[in-house]
Antibody, heavy 118, light 110 residues
Framework: QLQLRESGPGLVKPSETLSLTCTVS??????????WGWIRQPPGKGLEWIGS???????YYNPSLKSRVAISVDTSKNQFSLKLNSVTAADTAIYYC??????????WGQGTLVTVSS | EIVLTQSPGTLSLSPGERATLSCRAS?????????LAWYQQKPGQAPRLLIYRASSRANGIPDRFSGSGSGTDFTLSITRLEPEDFAVYYC?????????FGGGTKVEIK
């Protein structure tokens, strides 16, 4: 059964870059059927899709974040990553990594809280 | 951007009762299929996929969960609420970009 787990710093300073990694286990990231994505949820609020990428490099992003976001896939490590630059307090959220098929999200990682604060 | 509006914000019901949740899209999300999904999120957990294409249950989802609707109006029904069904439910559209979610409906124990 495919499982995803996020890792990365829980605290990022304003104006810096948020970097998270998702490790995929129980299956290969090298699947032409799937995309690998990120969704975030500010504490106590709703869900926002950030973007998705296939292992071959096809990607699409939420236009509201596109100028600040990069998703990459590392097939050698069965991982994919998120970078979000120039963060502010508004980027404080639980960040989930997900498998996407390509626009449905299942499964999800457990989520990791990232707080933007000095 | 397609905006999804969920109602009610909170639904207070007792176990065994029927729940009816609504999701309305600002424009049609239907084409060859109805591009509307539902997710369940329990406290402290990640969401999980319940329904896709408006009415198809995801793997392992009990048949007390059902979805319906087309165009701009969609409904998630839970026929007999079990204790584990009290959670927040989100709809998501994938008929247009960007992919968007509704604000959620909380189903709480009355």
């Amino acid at each position: 059964q495919l499982q995803l787990r996020e890792s990365g710093p829980g605290l990022v300073k304003p104006s810096e870059t948020l970097s998270l990694t998702c490790t995929v286990s129980g299956g290969s990231i090298r699947s032409s059927s799937y995309y690998w994505g990120w969704i975030r949820q500010p504490p106590g609020k709703g869900l926002e899709w950030i973007g998705s990428m296939s292992y071959s490099g096809s990607s699409y992003y939420n236009p509201s974040l596109k100028s600040r976001v990069a998703i990459s896939v590392d097939t050698s490590k069965n991982q994919f990553s998120l970078k979000l630059n120039s963060v502010t307090a508004a980027d404080t959220a639980i960040y989930y990594c997900v498998m996407a098929t390509p626009s449905l999200f299942d499964p999800w990682g457990q989520g990791t809280l990232v707080t933007v604060s000095s | 951007e397609i905006v999804l509006t969920q109602s009610p914000g909170t639904l207070s019901l007792s176990p065994g009762e029927r729940a009816t949740l609504s999701c309305r899209a600002s424009q049609s999300v239907s084409g060859n299929y109805n591009y509307l999904a539902w997710y369940q999120q329990k406290p402290g957990q990640a969401p999980r996929l319940l329904i896709y294409r408006a009415s198809s249950r995801a793997n392992g989802i009990p048949d007390r969960f059902s979805g319906s609707g087309s165009g701009t109006d969609f409904t998630l029904s839970i026929t007999r609420l079990e204790p584990e069904d009290f959670a927040v439910y989100y709809c998501q559209q994938y008929g247009g970009s960007p992919l968007t979610f509704g604000g959620g409906t909380k189903v709480e124990i009355k």
